[in-house]
């Protein structure tokens, strides 16, 4: 991860909300349509990309959000060297998806900023600002969506129950955790 | 606001959408042959109908799939969702 100054200076805790920037942590997002392409990636990582709509899969290093039908993201699940910017999973899906022009690796670690949520408020906090419907999701562990909150595109996993990743936009980060302070704060 | 059956995601609210415009416009096989006013009528020219039209939308703050839909531009009823390349389910 490249020297970027921290969007979440803070850890903050609201009652039955806690939010904090997990970093660094590697992400990845693939693209690809071919079989072999999900084969290719599957051996390289020991990893099987999950082919349901709005899943994830999980091995011990790593973990999959199905985004699109031909598009994932990859992100590690323990957090990785602060001056390193080099990773060997990407090192090997260039080798085997993009150099066998089975499909397209890019490195999205310093685009996307990874904040967690835990607590039994994490969705009463999304609902005041966003048009997904949560009812399902959140009883459902290993669930991913991409919608909008509060005009902000976002990626939410539901790592588990009252456990949850919120992949934004660099850019857009510092604006949305300042809302999403704002709007905990009136829960 | 109405809710959109995304093929790809499921029902999602239409904040979550951009239309596209007119669906099934096929491109000329030979431009060159054609005069200004054909080209323009392809280029330009679109039905925008009251009642049921075959449209093009795209999932943007979604999965970002293009997608073809039968809606009633009257009333926003939504016939049918197909995804691109396949016949469209009602007529």
Redesign the interface.
């Known amino acids: 991860m490249l020297n970027y100054s921290n969007v979440i200076e803070n850890d903050k805790s609201y009652p039955g909300l806690q939010m904090r920037e997990i970093k660094p942590v590697m992400k990845l997002i693939i693209r690809g349509k071919k079989r072999q392409f999900l084969s290719a990636v599957g051996k390289s990582l020991n990893l099987l990309l999950p082919n349901e ?2 899943t994830s899969s999980r091995s011990d290093q790593l973990t999959a959000l199905w ?3 031909d ?1 994932w993201m990859i992100f590690s699940n323990e957090i990785l060297k602060s001056d390193y910017n080099n990773y060997d999973v990407e090192k090997l899906l260039n080798k085997n998806i993009c150099k066998t022009n089975l499909g397209a690796v890019t490195d999205v670690t310093d685009q996307f900023v990874l904040i967690n949520l835990k607590g039994d408020k994490i969705f009463d906090l999304f609902e005041t600002g966003s ?3 949560f009812n399902d999701f959140k009883s459902k562990k290993g669930l991913v ?4 909150l509060t005009k902000i ?1 976002i990626i939410v996993h539901n790592q588990d129950i009252n456990d949850v990743n919120l992949f934004v936009r660099r850019s857009f980060s510092d604006h949305l955790f300042s809302w999403m302070n704002d709007s905990a704060s009136r829960l | 606001m109405f809710l959109i059956n995304c093929p ?6 239409q ?2 959408f951009k239309a596209g415009g007119e669906a099934h416009i096929v491109r000329p096989k030979q431009p060159t042959e054609l005069s200004d006013d054909q080209w323009a009528e392809y280029l330009f020219m679109r039905k925008n109908i009251k009642g049921i039209q075959f449209e093009r939308w795209n999932h943007i ?5 293009w997608f073809n839909m039968v809606r009633d531009t009257s009333n926003d009823e939504i016939k049918a969702v197909y995804k691109m390349g396949e016949k469209p389910p009602v007529k």
């Open positions: 709509a709005n985004l699109s039908p598009e048009p997904f419907n969506t991409q919608t909008i595109d | 790809f995601c499921g029902e999602r609210e904040s979550e703050h979604g999965c970002r799939k």
